[in-house]
């Protein structure tokens, strides 16, 4: 049963809990040695599948290395072998980031998270009146960019990024080459922009699951980040690997 599953984890509000700064994350002690016995027993099946770069996670998971999809999947790295996600590939988006700086600088707790090949403007911690002019700000960059880029906007935060970077696409890239090729997908992702991925997965023949609360394509649900790690963790130990038990979206 194990050795024909491929899991692929969101990071953000799946494995932990979303922090006011992106930056301000907390890691559960048990998570990364768990991830890396989860890892073992799917024969290197497991990667991270996120919005952030591959170096934070790293940063996050260390001194563990997984395979990453980072970047909404501008970028992969699987097996130490790295793809996508040069800053210099994106000329027309890094011209337009001091722009993007200037426009926020008075808005009180708008943060911009520049990661190279897309950028992020939080606006978690400020007043719905800045928050509103924040999300108006990126709305407007990303237009100038519209086609070659997207915005994509999740839980306080809009992103800009290349159009042709989505978790979907992402999941089914690493389905095309070993460990991953020939195994069923199980995604598990918490916030709306992980929707798109739910859908591909499901059609695919894959099953999704949908971290919290809020509607979704995925026919399965966990509470919270907590619910994933106890999951995880039970996995990990050698519990099961039965998708279909869980409880229904
Ligand atoms: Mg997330």
């Known amino acids: 049963m194990t050795a024909d599953l491929a899991l692929f984890l969101d990071f953000d509000g799946t494995l932990v809990e979303i922090a006011p700064r992106p930056d301000a994350v907390r890691v559960d002690p048990g998570l990364v040695p768990a ?6 027993r799917l024969g290197g099946a497991l990667a991270i599948v996120t919005g952030r770069p591959i170096g934070v996670i790293d940063d996050f998971l260390a001194p563990a290395r997984f395979d990453v999809a980072g ?10 072998a790295v793809t996508g996600g040069r800053p210099e590939d994106h000329p027309d988006l890094r011209a337009r980031v001091p722009r ?5 600088a008075d808005l009180d707790a708008v943060l911009i998270e520049d990661k190279g090949a897309s950028v992020a403007v939080h606006w978690r911690l400020a007043n ?4 509103q002019r924040a999300e108006a700000v990126v709305k407007s ?19 800009i990024v290349p ?14 080459a070993p460990p991953y090729a020939g195994r069923r997908a199980v995604f598990l992702g918490d916030d709306r922009t992980d929707e ?5 997965v499901n059609a695919d023949g894959g099953v999704s699951v949908r971290v919290g609360p809020g509607e979704t394509v995925a026919p399965k ?11 995880l963790y039970a996995w990990a130990d050698g519990a099961p690997m039965d998708v279909s038990g869980l409880p229904e979206a």
């Open 100 to 104: 993007l700086q200037a426009l926020v």
């Open 221 to 231: 649900r966990l509470a919270d980040p907590e619910a994933v790690r106890a999951l």
């Open 196 to 200: 798109l991925a739910f859908a591909s």
């Open 163 to 176: 159009a042709s970077a989505t978790k979907g696409h992402a999941i089914r890239a690493l389905l095309e």
């Open 128 to 131: 719905p009146e800045d928050a």
């Open 35 to 40: 991830l890396e016995r989860l890892r073992e």
């Open 71 to 80: 970047l909404h999947g501008v970028e992969r790295r699987v097996n130490d």
């Open 141 to 159: 960059i990303a237009a100038e960019l519209d086609g070659p880029y997207r915005l994509q906007l999740g839980k306080a935060v809009g992103e």
